[in-house]
């Protein structure tokens, strides 16, 4: 990537922050990660920022709005519905992955529990920013 890649990262576990801030550090990957803990919170980051991340990256599990309500809101709005979005979650629910995969997410991945399967989302991800 010639760039720092920009990315929002909506997720509320402190843990999962830091092993994905981590994972993109040692895979090499130049990056400014803004993290928002509160799905309450994204529209008005979105809308208060001139620039847009090149890739968010969510849990559906958040406080106060879940995330297939954030999901629905930036998908619905076309100023924001074309920055992808990757989401990385414990939900193994075949509802979810189809509902937010029929809303328009780049992709649906369960977290990983090992360094291996951090770093194999981890360039998932920038294939995507990649690809688009």
Known sequence: ??????????????????????????????HVMHVINDGGLVTGYLQANKTYPDIIVMDLNLPKVHGREVLKEIKSAPVYDKIPVVILTTSSSPDDRKYTLDLGAADYIIKPTTSKGLYNAVSIITDIVAKS
């Open 1 to 30: 990537m010639d760039k720092k890649l920009h990315v929002l990262l909506i997720e509320d576990d402190a843990d999962d922050v830091e092993l994905l801030q981590d994972a993109f550090a040692n895979n090499g990957v130049e």
